[in-house]
């Protein structure tokens, strides 16, 4: 993960429609190469934010800097630096999806044909780039949308709910394709979302907003590392003996025993202990897994709320 300044920068951004606050004092840093998440239930502000930083609506406070350049003064340079689906993809559906790259091409300069294949290639769409749209699935039109957007080399790719109406595979693609270009790239994604398994899986750290307000920031590594209590999975012979085991121990842990072995919610100093006696008193120990806390724990800790899905 880079250490390098910040690629996009919020300080105190702030919105509010008919005395009605919106966003409220959203502050955060995003550097380069890694996949942020901005996370939150329906109408949370998710969208009136990624809407203010790409300067579709205006702030009623506050400024946002891409690669250092402020959206408000120097909103032009910071725009070039910048690419994006806000909401869907919109496309020409009779044209075909390169005849589509090429029209969006000319808003820019220098954009030459070696490029447009480029990005064709890097989303995936080689084989059908010259189909018509009409013709293109959801998720083919969200990575054409992505090329779109790519063309110009940009710093920052902000994609808002990128996931909706996609299928199980078309997320699953995007998904991969995302973290791909942030790793191989050096691109920064800025993704929204309400979907807590999608952002578990493709975020490297995660904004969690509600009602507006940031609640926190998150490492995703922080959230899913077995460091503090957790679910751990013991298969060993004669699992129910083996369960009273921690019963003895720890009498406050929680365990359930199956036919092949126990689960169990431990501190992580604790598993060491619970082996060591299990192989003392000559049980056979076939494997143990620390699951560690998912970012729905730590959701519903942060936020002490069940808005989510």
Do not use: W
């Not at 952002?199 to 940031?214: F, N, P, S």
């Not at 013991?234 to 003895?248: L, T, Y």
């Amino acid at each position: 993960m880079s250490n390098s300044a910040p690629i996009l920068e919020l300080r105190n951004v702030t919105k509010r429609i008919g005395g009605k606050t919106i966003v409220d004092h959203l502050s955060f840093d995003i550097p380069q190469g890694v996949v942020f998440g901005l996370l939150g239930p329906n109408g949370a502000g998710k969208t009136t934010t990624i809407r203010m930083i790409t300067g579709l609506i205006s702030m009623t406070e506050g400024s946002v800097k891409i690669g250092g350049l402020d959206v408000n003064s120097r909103f032009e340079d910071a725009m070039k630096l910048m690419g994006g689906i806000v909401e869907n993809p919109e496309m020409y559906k009779y044209l075909t999806g390169y005849q589509n790259l090429i029209h969006f091409s000319r808003m820019h300069e220098g954009i030459s044909k070696d490029r447009l294949k480029e990005v064709i290639d890097l989303v995936g769409l080689g084989n059908r780039i010259h189909d018509k749209v009409k013709r293109y699935s959801l998720g083919m039109r969200q990575r054409l949308g992505v090329a779109q957007a790519l063309m110009h080399r940009p710093k920052l790719l902000i994609l808002d709910e990128p996931t909706n109406g996609l299928d199980p595979a078309g997320i699953r693609e995007l998904r991969d394709y995302l973290r791909r270009l942030a790793r191989e790239e050096g691109i920064t994604v800025l993704v929204s979302s309400h979907l807590l398994s999608e952002m578990e899986l493709m975020c490297d750290r995660v904004a969690v907003i509600q009602t507006g307000k940031l609640v926190g920031i998150q490492e995703m590594g922080d959230i899913t590392r077995a460091d503090g209590a957790g679910h751990v999975r013991f298969d060993i012979s004669r699992p129910v003996e083996g369960a009273e085991i921690i019963g003895r121990l720890y009498p406050e842990a929680k365990v359930l025993a199956d036919t092949s072995g126990f689960e169990a919610i431990l501190e992580r100093e604790e598993i060491p202990v619970i082996i060591e006696q299990l192989v003392k008193e000559g049980f056979r120990v076939y494997g143990v897994k620390a699951s560690g806390r998912s970012l729905e724990d730590k959701f519903l800790e942060m936020t002490g709320s069940g808005q989510i899905e």
